[in-house]
Structure formats: C-alpha cells, structure tokens
C-alpha cells in the first residue's frame, strides 16, 4: 500500500512540474525566443533550455528583405511575360507593311490622266550610283554586324532572311512594272509603276531597323530617313510619280518581313537573340505615359483641288492656252512637341511638299511644254491635347497656324526656253487634325494623322494631308 502511495505522489509531482515548465513556455515575452540546443533520446532530464535577447531591427530588415524578394520575383515574372512576347511579335508576319501598296493604288487615280501622255516632264538619265545610295541602309546593317554589335538576329537568320527578303523585292518589282505597263513621268519607258529605288531603299531601312533598331530608336530614323530621300530623288528627276514610290515602298518593307517571317519558319526562335528589357524601355514608357515630349519624322501625302488658277502665273513667248494641273503631294514633316503636362502640348512644324505639275493646252488636251515640280515650304506652331487610351496607345487632337511660302517655277519649252512661270507666293496658312499613335518595341512611337489646311490664298488653298510617322521621346 505504501508503494502505491509512493508511486502516486511521483507522478503527481512529475505533472505539476511538466505544467509549470508548459506554462512557463507559453509566457515567454516577445523580445526573447526559445532555443532548444539538443534533445538526446531517452535522456529528457537532459533538455537544456536556453533563452536570447531578439534584434529588433534584424527582424524588420529580414521582413523588408522578404517582402523585397516577392516584388523582385514579380517583376522577373512581368519582365519574362514581356520579353516572350517581344519574342513572338519578332516571328509574327506584320501584314501593316502592305498597307503603302494599296496607298500607292489609291493614289494611281490623281495620275490617271498624265499616264498616256508622253514628253510631260523633262527626261534625266538615271544614276547608277543612285542604286548604292539607297542600299546605304543594308550596308550599314551588315557593317554594324562585321564591328560586333549585337543584332536581333544570329547570322543563319539575318543572311538567309535579307537573302530571301531581297530576291522579294526585285522579284515583286520586275512583275508588277511589267504587268501595270504605266509610261514614266519623262517618257522614257513604260516601267514607272512601281519604284525600284524605293522599293531597295525601304527594304534596306527595314533591314536595319528589325536587326538594330533596339539599340537607338536614331538608327531606325537615319535608315528610314535615307529611304525617304531616295523617294524625293526619283520624283525629282522625273523617273516616278507619287504613288510609284509609295507602291515600292510597300513592296521593299513587306518583302523585307516576308523574308524573316520565312527565315523564322525554318530556323525558329534558336536564330534570334531574345529581346532584352532595359530601364531605358522603362523610363520610355514613363516618359509615354506621363510626359512625351518627343521628335517626329512624318511621310505622307496631301491632296485637294488639282487646278491651278491662271492667276497664279505668267505666260511667256506662248498663247495664253495652258492648263496646269497637279497631282498628289508628296509631304515631309520635322515636328517637335513639348508637352506642358500629360495631356496638352505646343508643337512646331517645319514641311515640304513636292507636287507634280502637268501643262497641257486647253485646246487639245495635250502637252505642248514641259510640266515640272513645285515645291512648297510650311512653318506653323499650335497646340496639342493627347490623351493616354491605355498604357502604350494615345489620341491626339491638335490646332495650327503658321506661313506657307513657295518659291517661283519655269515651266520650259519642248526647246528649253522659259515659257511660263508660276509665281512665287508667301501665304498665311491655318489647320487642324487628329491622330493616334502607340509604343513599338522599337523604342520609338509609330502613328498615323490627317490634317486639313487652308491656305488664304487661290492657289491649292484647301489640302487634306493623311500620312504616318515615326517619333522619339526626348
């Protein structure tokens, strides 16, 4: 019975010692932790309990690094989102670049009643080096990928895609000449539909921008700024009209993604060098969204009314039987917008525009002087309101003013002699438009606007102007 007794208050004793200990544990102030240093089997009574002042800032730094970690693995994960995509838009066919092709057919009608008529513009023998000069922008993509510079491409898929893309291009160009069969603005063939030189020149600058136009969105600009000079040249001299070098324009830019797009079927992602976000792409999209100051190149064309009053020039040594008519313009604009806040801005224009002019008699219909190109020079400033539509796309709305000046044009005889001039003409001008324009992942903005502008003057005074654009946020 003793040792019953005995046995009894042992365990009782060992309970009321493990509670104390329990709750003695569950009383520990939050500055301190418990620290069990080892536990060795079936030796309990060995348990040693050891108690450590907390840092309070260690705890709240170790919180902050936690917390910072979780943002960084969201941002990874947004980053690779983003590149993966970039990724698949660099394998996408960009059926866009077909849009200059049915331009350049729209705009065939303003040149419907010059194509069968011969000895319009004055003949100029064509350059060969005017071949070299729009293929400046191809020789510098290769001469970029000859100093080291990282292109978009491994070398596989850049040679076989401008392979490819320039086969396209000579190839769509020989056809369509031969197919549309349309007489040159001089006379001297029936090859002026489409331009050749522009159609190398754009398949040239597109060719550049694709493989680096990641690093500068001024790469891209250069190269397309070539190309465009290359179009102005071909009108000038009188080989093309305007809607030829728009049609060859499309036809060198969809050649161009033509060939990577067939590239990227036969090699895959494994040829391309995958798209990269920079903080560069970052503050861009910053600077888009809340203050997009910016430089613009525009190409387009302006059109209206295609008569040229007879009060606007003079006849010389020839009857007083001449009717001048113009086609589409072919316009160039320098613009800089600095924004105020995110949604209004001034801007500043500064324009040329080339017009093809045709003289032919009232009487016959025909020509019996040369025609020739005018040139039109326009600075206006206005304001801007443009507001963000979502992240990476905006529409503006804009208002200007400003002076359109033109300088005089000899209309020459079949001889060469001066037998009338449009006369000069410096005129006050006003306009509005709209537009709508997005980030591309080329570090620059792409858009498109139409703007009507009078003239308070007889002469072309009512002209719509529909083009597109390139930008870069200062």
């Known amino acids: 019975m003793r040792n019953y007794i005995f046995l009894f208050f042992c365990f009782f004793f060992t309970i009321t010692v493990d509670a104390k200990i329990i709750s003695d544990s569950n009383h520990i102030n939050s500055s301190e932790f418990l620290l069990i240093d080892s536990i060795i ?59 200059p092709i049915v331009r350049g057919g729209i705009l065939s009608s303003t040149t419907s009643n010059f194509k069968n008529r011969s000895k319009l513009f004055e003949y100029h023998e064509s350059k060969k080096w005017e071949y070299g000069t729009s293929m400046i922008p191809f020789a510098v993509t ?83 700024s070539i190309a465009l000079a290359t179009q102005y040249s071909r009108i000038h001299h009188n080989h093309h009209y305007l809607n030829d070098v728009i049609t060859g324009a499309g036809i060198g830019t969809l050649s161009a993604n033509l060939g990577y797009f067939i590239t990227d079927k036969i090699f895959g992602a494994n040829a391309i060098n995958k798209p990269k976000v920079t903080m560069s792409d970052v503050r861009n999209f910053q600077k888009y969204v809340q203050h997009p100051t910016s430089f613009s190149l525009f190409s387009g064309f302006s059109t209206g009314y295609n008569r040229i009053d007879a009060s ?28 105020l806040n995110s949604y209004w801005a001034i801007e500043a224009l500064a324009s040329m525009a080339q017009y093809k002019v045709q003289a032919i008699s009232n009487e016959s219909q ?34 200007f003013a400003g002076e359109r000046l033109m300088p005089t044009t000899n209309f020459h005889s079949f001889d060469n002699a001066v037998a009338l001039k449009l006369n ?23 858009g498109v606007s139409l703007d009507y502008v009078h003239a308070c003057s007889p002469l072309m005074k009512n002209r719509w102007v529909l083009g597109s654009y390139w930008k870069i946020l200062l």
């Open 41 to 99: 089997p079936n030796q309990a009574d060995s348990i040693d309990f050891k108690y450590q002042e907390v840092d309070e800032a260690y705890l709240e730094n170790l919180e902050k690094l936690i917390e910072q970690k979780e943002k960084e693995q969201k941002i990874r994960h947004i980053i690779d989102d983003y590149e993966n995509n970039l990724l698949i838009k660099e394998m996408k066919f960009d059926w866009w670049s077909a849009l």
């Open 142 to 224: 290769w001469g970029l990928k000859a100093a080291g510079v990282e292109s978009r491409s491994k070398t596989k898929r850049m040679a076989l895609a401008n392979a490819l893309g320039l086969g396209f291009t000579c190839g769509f160009t020989e056809l369509l000449k031969h197919t549309a069969d349309e007489t040159r603005p001089n006379g001297h063939d029936n090859h002026s539909m489409p331009s050749g030189h522009s159609a190398l020149a754009f398949f040239s600058a597109t060719i550049l921008d694709r493989e680096f136009g990641h690093h500068s969105p001024w790469i891209s600009i250069g190269g397309y």
């Open 312 to 339: 606007n020039y003079d006849y010389v040594g020839i009857k007083n039987d001449i009717q001048l008519r113009t086609t589409a313009g072919y316009k160039t604009t320098l613009e800089l917008d600095y924004f």
């Open 366 to 399: 025909d020509a019996e002087i040369y025609g020739n190109n005018i040139y039109q020079y326009h600075f206006d400033i206005g304001g801007k309101f443009s507001m963000p539509i979502n992240g990476s796309i905006r529409f503006e709305t804009r208002a």
């Open 424 to 446: 000069k003409s410096n005129d006050f001008e006003f306009g509005a438009g709209i537009g709508i324009n997005m980030l591309s992942s080329s570090k620059y903005i792409t």
